[in-house]
């Protein structure tokens, strides 16, 4: 029987990477504004490399990229891209389609819903928050409450813990196969794998089950416990 499910937030609730993008795009154009003498494309690029290098929540990227790629910080075009970045950030960071009527009917049928995110504690809560989700979750596990990122056990563990579920009582549902679907199965959960939030180009997931829409969850929770009672 499911009695939780617990759910990964980037590229899985939110479509974390058309935000990013879009956010980069309107940084990009502000600094350029500023006096920022480089061809757009060749910036964005410069910024997304380092984002691959040192981590997508790098709250010093723009800094980095001047730094190391022009030699200096000029403060006039930092403040710009802050500036830019912010603004498109928050007209650009949304729900996929469903996420809000699937929750919602979790919530109904009885089952418990919590969130393991490998990004840092805030950045998490702004977006659960900022995205209206809050009411949901009973616990928020954090990369600085483990120390440790998925697939590591100790985000997994310290979820379940908190919610007082077994693990094979609580499945999984996030986009990253690497770390969402194979930490969890590890751990001895069920896996959903958000298909529609793939980034990764990921082929074969490994999960017990795949998403096209989220709220294809709320049909395999229901059949799974019906099968249990």
Not at 10 to 25: E, G, I
Not at 94 to 118: A, C, E, I
Not at 137 to 160: A, M, N, Q, W, Y
Request: overall charge neutral; hydrophobic content about 45%; cysteine-free.
């Amino acid at each position: 029987m499911i009695k939780a499910v617990i759910f990964d937030i980037d590229n899985t609730l939110m479509d974390f990477m058309r935000m990013k993008r879009a956010s980069v795009d309107a940084a990009a154009d502000a600094m350029i504004d500023a006096g920022l003498r480089v061809p757009k494309q060749e910036l964005v690029d410069k910024i997304f490399k380092i984002y691959w290098a040192e981590g997508i929540e790098d709250q010093n990227i723009f800094d980095k990229v001047l730094a190391k790629e022009f030699g200096k910080v000029d403060y006039k075009i930092l403040a710009a891209g802050i500036i830019g970045y912010k603004r498109a950030k928050e007209g650009h960071m949304t729900l996929y389609p469903h996420v809000n009527m699937t929750l919602t009917d979790l919530l109904k049928s009885g089952v418990r819903m919590g969130v393991v995110s490998d990004a840092p504690r805030l950045s998490v809560w702004m977006r659960i928050v900022g995205l209206g989700l809050h009411h949901y979750f009973e616990h928020v596990v954090t990369f600085d409450d483990t120390g440790e990122k998925k697939p590591s056990p100790k985000p997994f563990k310290k979820i379940l813990a908190l919610m007082e579920v077994e693990p094979a009582a609580a499945i999984m549902v996030g986009d990253w196969a690497e770390r969402d679907i194979k930490g969890a199965k590890a751990f001895g959960m069920q896996t959903a794998w958000a298909k529609y939030g793939n980034e990764f180009d990921t082929k074969v997931s490994g999960a017990d089950y795949e998403l096209d829409d989220i709220h294809d969850l709320v049909e395999i929770v229901r059949r799974t416990n019906e099968k249990t009672r």
